[in-house]
């Protein structure tokens, strides 16, 4: 028995651990019940609040001895159910605090189920049964009336509590109620669709009904049509049956006798479709009489159901069943069957839109009508039959065959002729064959006639129907003219055709002709050595066969072969000689039937004239510019003339020179212009040659510059930037060249706007020499004034700590590192500058090698090792005034690198009194590489040394901060 418990907990409570699924009860519409019953085991102990929701009729399974007692009591219980009423008393342990269950399982091991409780900690438990879950199934859901149907309940495991009642309710009216059986039987009597319900009551109160289980009863079969199609039909004919069923139970399988007899079982068949086609192959009977029985999947059959069938034997025959239009076709037919001696009526269609009622025909001989088709085609003729059994609905005569009885005719066109020959254009004495060809009619063609146009005649004859056409022997005409063969042509139905629309023209042999199309001038009869020659040879025209051959022979051992068409036709081709001399030009010409003609032309082939030297000492320059020109040219006829054209409206004319020599002229241009010279050579045969070239005449060059740093009092370095530009000349300068007069610093081929370092005082002569393109060159000059008050500094061969140079400038490590290699002449691999890092601890050190520190800036005021080689004296240039720029020096904790920059000598002990927190000032010897040390307080007099212009020392202060020269 399944328990389902509903758990009720009041709001202080917690940790109730018993597992039990679903929280489901009997009231109402409730889902599935768990699959598997559920029990509790071992001890219960329940405590409840009177206060709260009381609780009354509890129902707990017990299937095994359980103990269960009120406050200090035991009472033992055996296996079943029970029902409690609990009281203030009843199912409550000592001090009402839990202890602790178990639930005990079939292995003996012990699990919790709940944990302890405090007092106070108060639950309600209603413990129930699983929902009730009926299911109705039956042996069967439909079937024919009447309908025995077996139900019985399938739900597993029912549910509720212990013992049940079944009532029926099938749908029909009946029903029976409160059954112990779960199952039934009930014949439904009617064909309907019922709804069939099962309801199941336990013995705790709780009802529950099924949803309907559908059963349909059936009516049995039945045949609502069966058609026959045709139901009249000529010998040999199929016949299709069709039958259509109400009610019953699908599938079904149709029985059907077609009324044959003598034929056994194949005359009878059945079949799992509503549609049969049978042949009937014999005429035993002039009808038949088919029937059809229908049975369904029950095994319930139909009435037998009849339908007439017709079979007649009809002959349907024609004479010819192939002609041409206009002739005309005999249709003959006969009939056997229907309705026995009363003799027939035939209704001929003959597929072309016309038909012929034969009332005549009245027995069941043969009837015959004749039929003359006007256009071509495939026809088919279709004959209706009409006995004596039943009146026409159309035509009022008596029964219409249903099935037509059809022949397929062939109506061909018209008989046509057409005569050609092998070619229509031909010479006098050459052969033709003449070809009649017929076309429609029907074959065979019984003959083939032609006349030659010239008074000649031919026949043959032919009973092969594969043969439409014949060649006859060929024809030869003497004459020029045009002629017309004649065809005539005779089918197998007797039609004749002519065609006398044949022409064959007779020409004389053919001629040709023979011209050049020369270029650069050439008459027809000259040539230059390596020169193409278009040479054109042309039919002329009435003359030949059409089809024509062309073989042409140049003379120097080539040859060329192309055909054309048409008489007046031509043929051209390219061609060059590659030796001096006289050629002797054939074309042969060959037409299409073995006609032949041909002509000559000379030719004479002379050197090339090639296309002339022009050359020019200067191609550009500027006004009044002088040139030299000289041209030569060689090939051609001797005695060539040069004509100068000097692009200046001056021209020279120069005439009888011989190939290969060289003219030369001399000319001055005195005005800017673009120049083109021409230089013209004609030979005495009329060749031209002509050559060309430009010479640019420019004005005259022009140069300045100017400088975007004034010049004066200036204190180095300064960063001088010029601004060179030109003028007149070619208009495009390939150079400008420049010099600064900064120890030998230039650019050379540098950009019109270069930039230099003056780093020291001085007057420095700047020149610009500009160059363009025709090599023409003019130099400018400036003067640059630096001017400026140095500070001067000694350095000895080591390490030296000098003050920071100038107060207004802004010097870097790379700067004053120029400044003293490159100025002072300072080795660049020996010297080395390290400046205290202004942003942050430790030093920034520039060995020369262009590092990142290569910009790092020299702050006024702070102070510099420098290490070189050798001693050394420099300058640098800035404010050295004592006001008002005063220099403030920003310091950090501990040992500071300070230069004095003032004009002014100061000591040790003023320049620690001026920062504040100062306790030591140190000087570097540069003589002995040693320091010296004054310690504010401590030191004597002779320890406070001076300090000069352009000095360093090291300053110690506790703290960063600052102060002021």
Same mark, same amino acid.
């Given at each position: 028995?399944?328990?389902?418990l ?9 940790g109730?651990?018993?597992n ?21 085991? +071992? ?6 609040n ?12 017990i ?8 406050s ?7 296996g *079943? ?8 008393t ?16 079939? !292995?003996?091991?012990?699990?919790t189920?709940?944990s302890?409780?405090? %007092?106070?900690?108060?639950?309600n438990?209603?413990?129930?049964? /699983? ?11 439909s ?6 149907v077996?139900f ?18 099938f749908?029909? +009216? ?12 009930h &014949? ?14 336990d013995t705790? @109160?709780?009802?529950w009904?099924?949803?309907? #289980?559908?059963?349909?009863?059936n ?5 609502? %049509? ?17 039958t ?6 699908? /599938? ?12 056994g ?11 049969i !086609? ?6 035993t ?13 029950v ?19 024609a004479?010819? #069943?192939?002609t ?9 037919a006969?009939?056997?069957g ?6 027939? $009526? ?16 009245t027995t ?5 009508v ?17 006995d ?35 070619? !229509? =254009? ?10 009649? $060809?017929?076309?429609? @009619? ?20 032919n ?9 006859f ?25 002519r ?15 023979l011209?050049?199309?020369?270029y ?9 050595? @390596?020169e193409s ?6 039919v002329?025209?009435?003359t ?10 140049y ?7 192309s ?70 040219? $060689? ?5 060539l003339?040069f004509a100068?054209?000097?692009?200046? @409206?001056?021209t020279?004319?120069?005439?009888g ?11 001055a241009y ?33 140069a ?12 180095p ?14 208009s ?8 600064? *007069? ?19 005082? *001085? ?34 061969? *080591?390490? &030296?700590?000098m ?20 100025? =002072? ?7 080395s ?7 942050g /601890? ?9 590092? =990142? ?21 420099a300058?640098?240039?800035g ?27 100061? &000591?040790?002990?003023?320049?620690a009194?001026?920062?504040?927190g ?12 040693s ?5 504010v ?11 000069r ?11 960063s901060?600052s102060?002021?020269?």
């Open positions: 028995m399944a328990v389902v509903t758990l009720s907990l009041s709001a202080s409570f917690s109730f651990l018993l039990v699924p679903g929280n489901q009860t009997q009231a109402g519409s409730v889902s599935a019940p768990p699959p598997n019953p559920y029990y509790i085991h +071992g001890y219960v102990r329940i405590v409840t009177t206060s709260s929701i009381p609780v009354v009729g509890w129902k707990v399974w299937n095994d001895t359980t103990t269960v007692g009120a200090g009591t035991t009472t033992t219980l055996a *079943g159910l029970y029902n409690y009423t609990p009281s203030v009843g199912f409550k342990n000592n001090d009402n605090v839990d202890g602790a269950s178990h639930e005990r399982n079939a !292995t003996g091991t012990n699990t189920v709940f302890t409780k405090t %007092s106070g900690d108060w639950m438990i209603t413990l129930r049964y /699983p929902p009730l879950n009926p299911v109705l199934s039956s042996n069967v859901t079937g024919e009336a009447t309908l025995w077996h019985f309940n399938t739900g597993s495991p029912l549910g509720g509590n212990g013992s049940y009642t079944f009532s029926w309710i749908g029909d +009216g009946s029903s029976l109620w409160n059954q112990a059986k779960p199952y039934v039987d &014949n439904y009597t009617a064909a309907g669709t019922y709804c069939a319900r099962l309801v199941v009551n705790a @109160g709780d009802s009904k099924t949803p309907c #289980r559908t059963i349909t009863a009516l049995p079969p039945s045949i609502t %049509s069966f058609t026959v199609a045709p139901d009249a039909v000529n010998l040999s004919s199929p016949v299709t049956f069709a259509s069923i109400a009610h019953g139970t699908s /599938p079904y399988t149709y029985t059907y006798q077609f009324g044959q007899s003598g034929a079982a194949s005359f009878t068949t059945s079949s799992t479709t509503n549609s !086609t049978h042949t009937y192959t014999s005429q009977n002039q009808s038949y009489v088919a029937n059809v029985t229908v049975k369904d999947s095994g319930k059959s139909t009435n037998t159901s009849q339908q007439p069938v017709w079979v007649y034997l009809i002959d349907l025959h004479s010819p #069943r192939s041409d239009v206009g002739q005309p076709v005999t249709i003959s006969s009939a056997l229907g309705s026995g001696g009363l003799g027939f $009526t035939y209704f001929f269609k003959f597929g072309d839109g016309t038909s012929s009622l034969v009332v005549a025909c069941k001989a043969s009837c015959s004749s039929h003359t088709y006007s256009s071509p085609g495939s026809y088919t003729v279709t004959l209706f039959l009409n004596s059994l039943a009146v026409n609905k159309i035509t009022g005569l008596d029964r219409l065959v249903s099935v037509p009885v059809t022949l397929p005719i062939q109506v061909n066109s018209a008989l046509a002729a057409s005569i050609t020959s092998n070619i !229509t =254009y031909t010479d006098i004495g050459s052969p033709v064959s003449l070809t009649a $060809t017929g076309s429609g @009619g029907t074959v065979p063609y019984l003959f083939f006639n032609i006349t030659t146009g010239a008074g000649g005649y031919q026949n043959t004859t009973a092969n129907p594969a043969i439409t056409s014949a060649t022997s060929p024809v030869t005409y003497g004459a020029t003219g045009t002629y017309h063969p004649t065809a005539t042509i005779g089918d197998n139905v007797g039609e004749v055709a065609n006398t629309t044949g022409v064959v023209v007779v020409n004389s042999t053919p001629q040709v002709t011209s050049n199309q020369g650069l001038g050439l008459n027809t009869n000259s040539a230059y050595v @390596g020659l278009t040479v054109v040879g042309q002329k025209l009435n030949g066969t059409p089809g024509f051959t062309l073989n042409f022979s003379g120097d051992g080539s040859y060329f072969q055909t054309c068409s048409t008489s007046g036709c031509s043929v051209s081709h390219v061609h060059s000689w590659l030796a001096t001399g006289g050629y002797s030009v054939s074309v042969r010409v060959v037409d299409s039937v073995g006609g032949v003609g041909s002509t000559t032309q000379s030719l004479t082939v002379y050197p090339a004239l090639s296309l002339p030297t022009l050359a020019a000492n200067r191609s550009a320059g500027e006004v009044n510019l002088h040139v030299a020109f000289n041209s030569s040219v $060689t090939g051609g006829v001797p005695g003339t100068w054209q000097f692009g200046d @409206g001056s020279v004319t120069v005439s020179l011989g190939s290969g020599v060289t003219n030369m002229q001399f000319h005195t005005v800017v212009r673009n120049a083109t010279v021409n230089v013209t050579v004609n030979d005495t045969q009329g060749e031209s040659v002509v050559v060309h070239l430009t010479v640019f005449i420019y004005p005259l060059l022009a300045s510059f100017t400088s975007s740093t004034a010049t004066g009092n200036l204190n370095p300064v960063n001088a930037t010029f601004l060179g530009s030109a003028r007149g000349g070619s495009s300068y390939l150079f400008f060249n420049w010099t600064f *007069g900064n120890a030998g610093l230039a650019s050379g081929a540098s950009p019109r706007s270069p930039v230099t370092t003056y780093w020291a005082s *001085g007057t420095y002569h700047v020149n610009l020499t500009v160059t363009d393109n025709a090599s023409d060159k003019l130099t400018v000059s400036q003067t640059f004034v630096v001017s400026g008050s140095p500070a001067t500094f000694d350095l000895v061969a *080591g390490w &030296n700590l003050g920071s140079p100038v107060v207004n400038e802004s010097y870097t490590l790379w700067s004053l590192f120029h400044v003293l290699t490159t100025i =002072y002449g300072a080795s660049a691999s020996t010297t500058l390290t400046v205290q890092n202004i942003s /601890p430790g030093n920034v050190t520039y060995p020369g090698g262009g590092s =990142y520190a290569a910009t790092y800036p020299v702050a006024p005021g702070r102070g510099i090792w420098v290490d070189v080689a050798s001693p050394l004296s300058a640098v240039y404010n050295l005034t004592a006001g008002p720029l005063y220099p403030k020096v920003s310091l950090q904790g501990g040992w500071n690198n300070v230069g004095w920059t003032l004009t002014g000598t100061t &000591n040790a002990t003023d320049l009194a001026m920062i504040p100062a306790s030591a000032i140190s000087m570097w010897n540069s003589t002995t590489q320091y010296t040390t004054f310690i307080g401590f030191s004597s007099p002779s320890y406070n040394f001076s300090i212009e352009g000095m360093g020392v090291l300053v110690w202060v506790p703290s901060g102060f002021t020269e």
